[in-house]
């Protein structure tokens, strides 16, 4: 088993990845594999809704960022947890056109998988972060794993989020959470799978 973890923090050694760190360690400790990815401090693009992923066997079509990178390893990952620092109340904004595009353009490879969001901040805005992460996540039939308090982590300057105890102790029982869902469903279908065929609704006709 092994969870693709996403660090979508534009500091690849800041609180993000001290939190992401701490889920890891426990994920290991449970015998349970890992990766961190980074998503760099490099431009990335937004989504166009060119549609071209749709020709393009599950690749967008902007091919000079990480979003295929990171969109190929969905198929050989069995769960997902993503990282953002909180900026105005909001996710990463470079995460957030990855996460998007990757999802758009290859969600088959990771639907239906366990899911968790993690928020680090300064103070404030990390529930609205939390909640801006999670929703992805619920379209894509993916159980949402939860912990003892909501998945936040404080800290401004690095290295500040190895001080907050609670929040790293949020993350251990992410991780065991985690843990015991992809135990409870190896050799099982994938969770939450519907099997009824999509029936969009436009309101404008």
């Known amino acids: 088993m092994k969870v693709l973890l996403i660090n979508g923090s534009p500091r690849q050694k800041g609180n993000t990845s001290i939190a992401l760190a701490e889920i890891a360690n426990t994920l290991s400790q449970e015998g ?5 990815v980074w998503i760099g401090n490099k431009p990335v ?9 749709r020709e393009n066997a599950g690749a967008c079509a902007f091919d000079d960022d990480v979003c ?24 990463n904004g470079a995460l957030l056109a990855i996460l998007q595009r990757a999802f758009y353009s290859n969600g088959n490879d990771i639907a239906g998988k366990p899911a968790a969001a993690v928020a680090v901040c300064r103070r404030g805005g990390a529930s609205a972060a939390f909640e801006t992460l999670n929703l992805p996540f619920q379209m894509l039939n993916m159980p949402v794993v939860t912990s003892q308090y909501w998945n936040i982590v404080y800290g401004r300057e690095a290295g500040q989020a190895a001080l907050d105890a609670e929040g790293l102790q949020t993350m251990r029982a992410l991780a065991h959470n985690m843990a015991w869902m992809l135990k409870s469903t190896k050799g099982q279908c994938a969770p939450g799978r519907g099997s009824e065929e999509w029936a969009p609704m436009h309101f404008i006709r």
């Open 32 to 36: 349970i594999e890992t990766r961190t």
């Open 45 to 53: 693009r937004g989504c166009i809704a060119c549609n071209r992923c």
């Open 68 to 91: 295929n990178s990171i969109s190929a390893l969905f198929a050989e990952a069995d769960a997902l947890i993503v990282g953002s620092p909180v900026y105005y109340g909001q996710p």
